[in-house]
C-alpha cells in the first residue's frame, strides 16, 4: 500500500509538472504568435500608408514632368508600387479578425478606386497633364489619399484592440494556469495527508499486531516452559513412583532371596522378581511410546496413527477412524512428526475438553503436497476466546514447514482442524511412486 500510494503520489506530481510546463510553453507561444503577428500586420500597414505617400509623390511627379520620357520613368515606379500592394493586401488578407474583415475590405476598395484613377492619368498627352494636373491632384489625388489613410488607421485602431483582447486572453490563460496550478497543489496535498494518514494507521496498526504478536510469542514461551516443567516432574513422578518403587522392591526381593531358608522359597522369591521386571519393562515402555512411540520410525505414520486411535479408543471409549494412503508412510521425517503430534493434540483435546463421541482423521498427498484434517462431533469453542497452548504448537508446527493450519470450530458444531504442507518436488515424486510400485508405462 506504501509503495502504490508514494507512487502515486511521486506520478501525480510528475504529471502536474508536465501539464504546468505545457501550459507555460502554451501561453509563452500564445504571447510570441500574437506579438509577432501584430507587428508583421503593423508592418504591412505601415508599408501601405509609405506605398500611398511615395505613389503620390510619383504621380505629382509624373504630372509636373516636362517630357514624355520623365513621365514614362514615373509610370514604370508607379506600377511597381502598385504590384507591391497588391501584395502586401493580399499577405494582410490572410490573417484577418472577424471585426477587421469590413474595414479591409473598404480600404482595399478605396485603393483600387486609387490605382483605377491614376491609371486614366497614364493616357494624357502633355497638353492635358498640364491643363488637368492641378485640379486632378487636389481633387482626386489629395481626398482619395486622405480616405485610404484614414481607413488604414482604423484598421490599426481595429487591429489594436485585437491585440488588447489578445493580451486579455492571455491574462485569462494566466488567471486559469494559476488556479490549474493551485488545484493540483491543493490536490497533491490532499493526496499527501491521505497517504501520510493511511501510512500512520497501517504503521500504527502493524505496531499493534507486532505487539500483540510479542505479547503471544512471550506468553508462549512462558507457558512452553511451564510446560516442559509439568512434564519434567511428571516424568520425574512416573520414574521415581512406578519405576523406582519397582526396582526398589526388586532389590528386596533380591535380598531376601540371599538369604532363603529352602529351594522352593528360593523360587517363589525369583518368581516376583521375574514378574516386578516384567511391569517395570512395561512401564518403561509405556513411558517411551507416551514420549515418542518407536513405530513411527520403525513401520510409518500410518501405523502410529493407527495405534494412536487404538489407545486412544481403549482409554477414553472415543470412535476414532484414521484416513491415510500408503504414500504417507514415505513422507519426510519432520512431516510424519508433525502430522503424529497434530493428531496427537488433537485427540486429547476432543476427550478432554470437547467431549467428543466420534473423531475421524484423514492424511493424504496431493501433488506437491499434504493434506492433514481432524474432524469431531465434540463441544466445539469460541476460536476468538480459546487459544491454548496446543494450538500454537500445532501453528508453530506448520509454519516451521511453510504450510497452512486453518481451524474451523463453533461452539456445539464440533472442530474441525485443517493442515496443508507443502511437499519438495522430489519427496512429491517419490511418495507418488510409493502410492503406485507398479505403474504403467
Not at 491585440?163 to 496550478?181: F, G, V, W
Not at 499493534?208 to 507457558?223: G, I, K, Q, T
Not at 466420534?358 to 493424504?364: A, D, E, F, G, K
Request: hydrophobic share 40%; net charge negative; aromatic share 6%.
Amino acid at each position: 500500500m506504501l509503495f502504490a500510494g508514494f507512487g502515486g503520489l511521486l506520478a501525480f506530481l510528475l504529471a502536474s509538472a508536465g501539464v504546468t510546463f505545457y501550459m507555460l510553453a502554451r501561453v509563452r507561444n500564445d504571447d510570441q504568435r500574437f506579438r509577432q503577428t501584430f507587428v508583421e500586420r503593423l508592418g504591412a500597414l505601415e508599408r501601405i500608408r509609405a506605398q500611398i505617400y511615395l505613389s503620390g509623390t510619383y504621380v505629382r511627379d509624373y504630372l509636373l514632368s516636362p517630357d514624355s520620357g520623365g513621365a514614362d520613368a514615373q509610370r514604370a515606379r508607379l506600377a511597381s508600387i502598385e504590384e507591391e500592394s497588391q501584395e502586401v493586401l493580399n499577405h494582410y488578407a490572410k490573417g484577418l479578425e472577424p471585426g477587421e474583415r469590413d474595414a479591409f475590405e473598404a480600404l482595399r476598395n478605396e485603393i483600387a478606386n486609387y490605382w483605377n484613377v491614376l491609371h486614366t492619368t497614364f493616357d494624357w498627352t502633355p497638353r492635358q497633364r498640364n491643363r488637368l494636373r492641378f485640379t486632378f491632384f487636389y481633387e482626386q489625388l489629395v481626398p482619395r489619399r486622405t480616405t485610404m489613410l484614414q481607413i488604414a488607421d482604423a484598421i490599426e485602431g481595429i487591429h489594436q484592440r485585437g491585440l488588447t483582447r489578445a493580451e486579455q486572453r492571455m491574462t485569462e490563460s494566466a488567471d486559469n494556469l494559476r488556479i490549474s496550478l493551485l488545484a493540483m497543489f491543493g490536490v497533491a496535498l490532499a493526496g499527501g495527508l491521505l497517504l501520510a494518514v493511511g501510512a500512520i494507521a497501517l504503521t500504527l496498526r502493524l505496531e499493534r499486531e507486532n505487539a500483540r504478536a510479542r505479547a503471544d510469542l512471550e506468553d508462549l514461551s512462558a507457558r512452553l516452559v511451564r510446560t516442559q516443567e509439568e512434564e519434567r516432574r511428571s516424568l520425574a513422578r512416573e520414574l521415581h513412583d512406578e519405576v523406582g518403587q519397582s526396582l526398589s522392591a526388586i532389590m528386596m526381593e533380591a535380598g531376601n532371596a540371599e538369604f532363603a531358608d529352602n529351594p522352593h522359597e528360593m523360587r517363589e522369591r525369583l518368581r516376583a522378581i521375574a514378574n516386578m521386571a516384567e511391569k517395570t519393562l512395561s512401564e518403561v515402555r509405556d513411558l517411551a511410546l507416551l514420549l515418542r512411540p518407536s513405530m513411527l520410525d520403525d513401520f510409518g505414520l500410518v501405523p502410529a496413527l493407527n495405534w494412536q486411535a487404538r489407545e486412544m479408543g481403549k482409554r477414553t471409549g472415543l470412535n476414532i477412524a484414521v484416513e491415510a494412503g500408503e504414500d504417507c508412510d514415505s513422507l519426510p521425517e519432520e512431516h510424519r512428526t508433525c502430522i503424529y503430534r497434530m493428531a496427537q493434540e488433537a485427540l486429547n483435546n476432543a476427550a478432554r475438553h470437547a467431549a467428543a463421541r466420534s473423531v475421524r482423521i484423514t492424511v493424504r498427498a496431493a501433488g506437491d503436497r499434504v493434506l492433514f484434517t481432524v474432524r469431531d462431533d465434540g463441544a466445539g469453542f469460541d476460536k476468538k476466546v480459546v487459544r491454548g497452548l496446543g494450538l500454537l504448537g500445532m501453528e508453530e508446527r506448520v509454519r516451521s514447514l511453510g504450510g497452512r493450519l486453518k481451524i474451523e470450530s463453533q461452539p456445539g458444531r464440533g472442530t474441525t482442524i485443517s493442515a496443508e504442507l507443502p511437499l519438495s518436488e522430489t519427496i512429491a515424486t517419490e511418495a507418488h511412486a510409493a502410492a503406485d510400485p507398479h505403474p504403467v508405462s
